[in-house]
């Protein structure tokens, strides 16, 4: 595989040094720069020059500082997901700073920081304008959409032949092109190669928490897998002042590891048997009063309901199931008012509601360091592939620049 390399010395595509205010030395030109493109389902990505077109109405063309790796990426670059599409640009957890925007924008300029987001908010439908939803008509994460909105075209090709994006952000490159109602505005000052793992599973796990289950301070939790996303659920139990935070997993490994976030005792349900929601209702004199379910495995979803507590326990699905997987648990269970819900990126609404996610961060309320297990050079993403797939770590930051 070539890792050399690319001079991009006379692309006129330099740093943040070329962003101005007000205009862009290459707004409205074709920018020539490295992308790491997956070819095909499994295979190493390969670093390729491409060619990055200027946004159209409603578009912003970023320049990528940071960028994070995350299971949804694998999960579609495995060609697990529905329709396996390539060549593609992978990548959406991501920071960057705009280069130039489309006819259109008006609440972003040249310059500015921003989170790019696989879902969006386009402020018209009636879930966007609805307090209750997140789910945007016209941005809502689309996986199997290789090309932009406006015109159905991509924005990436080499030697004219195009290349996918992927859930409208490609930030495995860097210059990409992304929906401006995909895109959340951040405060100047927060470090990018931060706040980056904010675009998608740290959020969700947190705002499931947060924003869907709320427990209240001296409560008790419990948080099915503790990956990062179920990490990140603990994290929000924490700071929301949970007395008792118990984690379940399957994997021993990562019991130490989760104290960090917050986690008080362990469940690993190979210990014991019987069902492991019977385990924890002994544990909390008839269930928790909140748990959040972060695996996807739909004998945990059921587990995660049947642990709370009658009278006034929720629980919170976050995990995605196979599109197969059904539900099944005894109508008794509700009639004695336990309560599920499910969350979709932790019921935050992308533009409007991230920018205070990034405060809880700078004001020092959410700690983000500990999520960030490995940093490697843009060179070397293949590597943070390789630490996903042995499950090795939580985040992964890739630096666009190094």
């Not at 090709?157 to 992304?178: A, D, K, L, W």
Request: glycine share 10%; with cysteine; aromatic share 6%.
């Amino acid at each position: 595989m070539d890792h050399n390399r690319i001079d991009t010395s006379t692309d006129a595509i330099g740093a943040s040094s070329l962003l101005t205010k007000n205009m862009s030395t290459t707004s409205g030109l074709v920018i020539p720069c490295k992308a790491a493109v997956a070819w095909e389902a499994g295979k190493p990505l390969v670093i390729e020059k491409v060619e990055v077109a200027p946004p159209q109405a409603m578009e912003v063309r970023i320049k990528v500082k940071y960028t994070s790796l995350c299971h949804t990426d694998l999960y579609f670059w495995e060609a697990k997901g529905q329709t396996p599409l390539f060549p593609r640009i992978f990548g959406h957890e991501a920071a960057g700073i705009v280069e130039s925007v489309g006819e259109g924008v008006t609440d972003l300029q040249v310059g500015d920081h921003v989170l790019p987001v696989f879902t969006g908010e386009c402020g018209e439908c009636a879930h966007c304008k609805s307090e209750e939803s997140n789910m945007c008509d016209l941005l809502r994460i689309d996986t199997e959409r290789g090309v932009m909105h406006s015109d159905g075209k991509s924005r990436f090709s080499i030697n004219g032949t195009p290349i996918n994006h992927f859930v409208g952000t490609s930030t495995f490159s860097e210059y990409t092109v992304i929906h401006s109602g995909c895109l959340a505005k951040l405060n100047p000052l927060a470090p990018m190669d931060k706040v980056c793992v904010l675009s998608c599973g740290i959020s969700t796990g947190l705002g499931a928490t947060l924003n869907v289950a709320k427990p209240k301070k001296g409560s008790t939790v419990a948080v099915f897998g503790l990956g990062a996303v179920g990490l990140a659920a603990a994290e929000g139990a924490r700071i929301a002042g949970a007395s008792r935070i118990i984690g379940i997993d399957l994997n021993p490994n990562r019991f130490e590891e989760a104290k960090k976030f917050g986690i008080t005792e362990f469940v690993n349900p190979k210990d014991y048997d019987r069902p492991v929601q019977q385990v924890i209702a002994e544990m909390t004199n008839g269930g928790v009063d909140r748990s959040i379910e972060c695996t996807g495995n739909i004998n945990a979803m059921i587990s995660s309901f049947e642990c709370v507590h009658d009278g006034w326990g929720v629980a919170v699905l976050v995990g995605v199931p196979t599109k197969d997987a059904v539900f099944m648990t005894k109508p008794i269970n509700f009639l004695n008012e336990r309560t599920l819900k499910g969350t979709f990126f932790g019921n935050y609404k992308p533009r409007t509601d991230l920018p205070s996610v990034v405060d809880m961060y700078m004001n020092k309320k959410l700690e983000l360091d500990k999520f960030i297990t490995h940093r490697v050079p843009f060179s070397d993403i293949n590597k943070a592939f390789d630490l996903m797939v042995k499950g090795e770590g939580l985040r992964c930051i890739i630096s666009m620049e190094d």
